[in-house]
């Protein structure tokens, strides 16, 4: 039987090995956290549908448990690799007849923007905290009370060239809005303030979800971009920023700061560049062989990807790679 190795558990690998399995092709994952899921086993309900990400995890788990000849492997960190073979942490070697790479991104570190003092000064938070709040019911400040104003900046290490990271992260301003709709749910009475550069609404159902924030939950959208934030003597803390539509400077007293971080690419695919032959593009993320007709194809025969490895994209997206990968791998193997 051909076998494929898909290199990341996450919803891309998981989709893969699904689609493997049902063209009668053998699927081992290789999963280096203890768990499969990828970032989505941390996120609440997902854009643009409020759908619980435990549901949509679920129901790919169970199509993965109910298929033959997927083997999974968690805890198990893939280190090099070649279309033939796969090489782990441990030093073991695994063949195959093909490769599928869908190890996701990494979330920004917004330590490295200092002047927003994530880390350094209390109740301010990262996008990703913020789900993991939702996730346990509870939206806290750090005093144990509830946050009355909250301001969620947009484009934290993205579009940023102090950071290195140039890109747009494609996905923080639809999560911006949901979570702004997330807070005036669970907080009526609460302003909630987003602050941003353009809105990127891109997918179908997002403008409209950015009209409902603004109509129906009254969240404020204020063009601009946050420049500095201190705390304040009574444990608030204070944002500075300019209003480039009105042109005004502004300065405002809020009780929590939620930074949308951006998607970065893995460290690990300079690796990939450097030792295995691969391409990465200047963002860091690896570069498909065409961006039209082989977006899920490498520059290496036999080496394939899937889900965003290759550019920020959502889940759809990345389910889709999973199919398309599954299936690019399988026609590949059939002409060797
Ligand atoms: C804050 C935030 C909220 C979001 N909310 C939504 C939403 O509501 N709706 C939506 O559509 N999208 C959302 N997204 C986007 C969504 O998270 C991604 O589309 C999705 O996680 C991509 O899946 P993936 O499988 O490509 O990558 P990942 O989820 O990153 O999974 C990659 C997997 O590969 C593993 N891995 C990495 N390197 C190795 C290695 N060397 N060996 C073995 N395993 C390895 C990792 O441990 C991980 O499990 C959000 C993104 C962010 C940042
Ligand atoms: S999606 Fe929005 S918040 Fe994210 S980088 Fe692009 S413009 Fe900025």
Redesign the pocket.
């Known amino acids: 039987m051909k076998h494929v190795i898909i ?7 998981m989709q893969c090995a699904c689609t493997l399995a049902d063209r009668g092709i053998a699927a081992t994952i ?4 203890a768990d ?5 086993r941390s ?1 609440h ?3 643009p549908t409020f759908t619980s ?1 435990d549901e949509v995890l679920s129901a790919v788990r169970r199509r993965l448990s109910q298929a033959e000849n997927i083997t999974i492997r968690t805890g ?4 090099k690799l070649t279309a033939k073979r796969v090489t782990l942490s441990t030093g073991e070697e695994l063949e195959c007849d093909a490769v599928v790479i ?4 990494t ?1 920004f570190d917004a330590r490295l923007k200092e002047e927003y003092g994530y880390g350094i000064y209390d109740n301010v938070v990262t ?2 905290d913020l ?1 993991h709040m939702f996730n346990k019911g509870e939206v806290r400040l750090s005093s144990g009370q509830t946050p009355r104003r909250i301001a969620l900046l947009h484009c934290v290490g993205s579009r940023d060239e102090k950071v290195c990271q140039r890109h747009c ?1 494609k ?2 301003c639809v ?1 911006g809005v ?1 979570q702004a709709i997330e807070l005036k749910k669970m907080f009526p009475t609460a302003d909630v303030f987003n602050f941003y550069m353009d809105i990127r609404m891109f997918g179908p159902g997002y403008e409209e979800m950015y009209r409902e924030a603004q109509l129906m939950h009254n969240v404020h959208f204020v063009r601009g971009r946050i420049s500095e934030v201190s705390p304040t003597i009574d444990g608030r803390l204070q944002i500075k920023a300019e209003d480039t539509l009105t042109g005004r400077p502004l300065k405002m007293g809020i009780d929590m700061l939620v930074l949308l ?1 951006g ?1 970065r690419s ?1 460290d ?1 695919n300079h690796s990939l560049e450097a030792e295995c032959g691969l391409k990465c593009q200047p963002s860091g993320f690896m570069q498909p062989k065409d961006s039209f007709l082989g977006n899920v194809e490498s520059n290496v025969e036999g080496i394939f990807y ?4 290759t550019a920020p ?6 389910i889709n790679e999973g199919t398309a990968a599954a299936l690019a791998a399988a026609e590949w193997i059939s002409k060797q």
């Open positions: 290199i990341g558990g996450g919803i891309a690998g290789i999963e280096k956290e499969l899921g990828g970032k989505i996120w309900v997902l854009f990400a198990c960190e893939a280190t869908a190890t996701g991104f979330l996008s990703a789900e992260s996905v923080c999560t949901k971080i998607m893995n690990w899937a889900g965003t490895i994209k959502n889940i759809g997206e990345s």
